[in-house]
């Protein structure tokens, strides 16, 4: 019966690692996987979560019983902080509701899920470009997507104007895709003061944000500062949702960890909204799994535990952005034709390179290096070792 079923295509993002894989050089380097990677390319399991495993483990008490269907309370409590700020005027009030999800991605699913069935205005407006999983993850949600012009290839910067000419021009109530931090793929992100703007020209159209947090500390190193976008938008008192991911900033990749939070006007509607959300999860999956989330729990609700995350996700942020300048620095070098700041000036995981298919295409087959092809590296995936292999392969992709 399934005999006339076409194959898929890879997926472009992880087809990367399906074709590095394949290769047999000795000096091939994936820069295609959105995951960190240490000084020797190796994946890292953060101490403070070894220790929370450990102190889980220990615990004779811990059952495996099932969560309830909106996951674990302390969690989801600890999370609505961690992004909204333990001020936050919105948690005082009780009018946040949480969720926790698979990770970013199931947090956002379940929020488009619950947006199609109750809101009015089903058009969401994603920017251009974007983590190539959203168009489908909100169109698969029955969400009718559009975009924003988000990225200048001439500045390799912000399009600020065209941002807000496409926002001006989107219908009354239309939802809107944010990047809380880090954008994904172009490492580019309004400053504050273009934050400000943005949530202005949103909140007098009545514009619904909608923020994916995927990298919250990864792109600066500070849990706070990479949340000041939502925190403003939170600030004024009106409504937000917002998705969380622990898979970069505590490296809970595999353990799908994550977070939905929809900020309400009060503790009325947030909790008929809870209700909803229940009804939106229960058919999916029934409830979400146990451990991740308490390994995120254990940690964010003990200071000492907390400190030493915040140290080691520092470290982390820190090592990237040393990734950056010596990318700048060897290429510069180099005498590389082009103006190359953008690597120092994009913040996060990924540097847009501004270098195209053909030219990303030659770099896999004479240099064994792995990107999608929009030219998008993954700086974690980068060490001091590797670095000269690639200013090599891009200096020769841009003088050939
Ligand atoms: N949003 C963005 C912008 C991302 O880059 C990612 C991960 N690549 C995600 C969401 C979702 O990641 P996860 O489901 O692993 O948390």
Not at 68 to 90: C, E, H, Q, R, Y
Not at 178 to 191: I, M, S, W
Request: aromatic fraction near 8%; hydrophobic fraction near 40%.
């Amino acid at each position: 019966v399934f005999g006339k079923i076409v194959r898929a295509p890879e997926d472009p993002i992880l087809g990367v690692t399906v074709a590095y894989n394949k290769d047999t050089s000795p000096v091939k380097l994936n820069l295609g996987v959105g995951a960190y990677r240490t000084e020797e390319g190796k994946p890292l399991v953060l101490n403070v979560v070894r220790k929370a495993e450990q102190l889980l483990v220990n615990d004779q008490s811990r059952v495996k019983e099932y969560l309830p269907i909106v996951g674990l309370v302390d969690f989801n409590k600890l999370s609505a902080k961690l992004i909204l700020g333990a001020d936050s005027p919105a948690i005082k009030d009780n009018r946040v509701t949480t969720v926790q999800c698979l990770s970013g991605t199931g947090s956002l699913r379940v929020g488009a899920e619950f947006l199609a069935r109750h809101y009015h205005q089903l058009t969401i407006y994603i920017p251009q470009p974007t983590w190539g999983n959203h168009p489908k993850v909100f169109t698969l949600a029955g969400l009718s997507v559009k975009t924003y012009r988000y990225y200048d290839p001439a500045t390799r910067g912000l399009n600020f104007q065209g941002l807000l000419e496409d926002l001006r021009a989107a219908p009354s109530g239309a939802i809107v895709l944010l990047h809380a931090c880090a954008h994904n793929p172009t490492g580019v992100d309004p400053t504050l003061e273009q934050w400000e703007q943005i949530r202005q020209l949103m909140r007098s159209k009545g514009l619904l944000p909608f923020f994916d947090s995927a990298y919250q500390g990864f792109a600066s190193g500070s849990l706070d500062a990479d949340a000041q976008s939502v925190r403003m938008f939170v600030a004024d008192g009106g409504e937000c949702l917002v998705a969380q991911s622990y898979a970069k900033n505590m490296g809970l990749y595999g353990e799908r960890v994550g977070a939905l939070s929809i900020v309400c006007k009060t503790e009325d509607v947030a909790s008929r909204v809870e209700s909803q959300l229940k009804l939106v999860i229960r058919p999916m999956y029934s409830s979400p799994p146990i451990h991740g989330a308490s390994i995120v729990a254990t940690i964010l609700k003990d200071s000492t535990m907390y400190k030493e995350w915040t140290l080691e996700l520092k470290a982390m942020a820190d090592r990237i952005i040393s990734m950056r300048q010596q990318l700048f620095d060897a290429l510069s070098a180099r005498g590389t034709p082009g103006d190359w700041s953008h690597i120092i000036k994009q913040i996060g995981m990924f540097t847009f390179t501004g270098l195209n298919s053909e030219q990303v295409a030659f770099m896999t087959k004479e240099y064994h290096i792995y990107m999608t092809s929009d030219g998008r590296i993954s700086m974690a995936g980068l060490s001091s070792k590797t670095v000269p292999h690639l200013t090599d392969a891009i200096h020769a992709a841009v003088t050939r």
